[in-house]
C-alpha cells in the first residue's frame, strides 16, 4: 500500500474526518496517514484501542513511537495516560492494549536501526520554554538526535508561525487550530512539509498545541525490506 508515499511534495490530512478502518487485531482500529508497505510498513496513524482491547506480544523490529492523544494506553512497562510521548526502539517488544480505551498517534518503521534508546515521558509534567527565533511559539523538546528533532509547541493566538522545512517537516495539531496553505487544521490534522521547502501559518483565535518532527526527510524515507 502506498499512501501520501512522494516524500517530495507536501501531504495534508485531516485525521478526524476520516472513517475509522480495522486493524487485524480485534477492538483497534485506525486512520492512515501515511504508508508504505502492507501490515509491515513504513506508517504514520492515528491508532484508536477499544475498552478491554489488546495486541499479542510482538517485538518492533523498526522501532515503535507514540504520542498518547486520550485515555490511558498500557502495556508490561506501565500505565500511560493522555500526553505520553514513548520511543520503542528497533528490536524492543511489548504486549500493548487499554483496559478504559485511547487514542494513540503513532510512527512505525522510522528509526535508526541501531538506535537502542527508549523513551517515556509524561508531558503533563514537563514545561514549555519560549522560542528565542520565533515570537509567539512556546517549545517543550522531547528527543534530538543527529536525525531528527521532536518537540511540542504552542502557538500563541493569531500568531503567524513560518514553518521551515529545510530537512522536513511534520505537525500534527493536538489542541486548538491554524490555518495554511488555504486549509483549516484542527485536533487530529497532520501537515508533511518537504525537504527544501517552507510555508506560513496563522494560528487560530484561541492558539494551538502541536507535536513536531523535523530534519528527519533529508534522506528520501524507504518501504521496509
Not at 3 to 29: I, K, T, Y
Request: charged share 25%.
Amino acid at each position: 500500500m502506498q499512501l501520501n508515499a512522494d516524500f517530495a511534495v507536501r501531504a495534508a490530512v485531516h485525521g478526524a474526518e476520516l472513517a475509522w478502518q480495522a486493524s487485524p487485531m480485534a477492538g483497534v482500529e485506525r486512520r492512515m496517514l501515511e504508508r508504505m508497505g502492507d501490515e509491515v510498513a513504513r506508517a504514520t496513524t492515528i491508532v484508536r484501542y477499544a475498552p478491554g482491547s489488546r495486541f499479542s506480544p510482538h517485538v518492533h523490529t523498526g522501532g515503535e513511537e507514540f504520542l498518547v492523544l486520550d485515555g490511558v494506553f498500557q502495556d508490561e512497562h506501565g500505565d500511560f495516560p493522555a500526553g505520553s510521548y514513548i520511543r520503542n526502539p528497533p528490536q524492543s517488544s511489548h504486549t500493548p492494549g487499554s483496559d478504559e480505551g485511547c487514542t494513540i498517534f503513532v510512527k512505525l518503521w522510522q528509526f535508526d536501526m541501531d538506535d537502542r534508546n527508549q523513551v517515556r515521558l509524561d508531558t503533563n509534567a514537563m514545561g514549555f520554554e519560549p522560542d528565542r527565533e520565533r515570537a509567539s511559539v512556546e517549545v517543550m523538546p522531547l528527543f534530538s538526535d543527529t536525525r531528527e528533532r521532536v518537540a511540542l509547541e504552542r502557538w500563541e493566538g493569531g500568531a503567524e508561525v513560518v514553518l521551515n522545512a529545510r530537512n522536513g517537516l511534520e505537525v500534527l495539531v493536538l489542541k486548538g487550530g491554524f490555518e495554511e496553505g488555504g486549509e483549516r487544521f484542527s485536533p487530529q490534522s497532520w501537515l508533511r512539509l518537504p525537504a527544501g521547502s517552507s510555508s506560513k501559518t496563522v494560528a487560530g483565535p484561541a492558539g494551538v498545541t502541536v507535536w513536531t518532527k523535523r530534519d528527519h526527510l533529508s534522506v528520501v524515507p524507504q518501504a521496509p525490506a
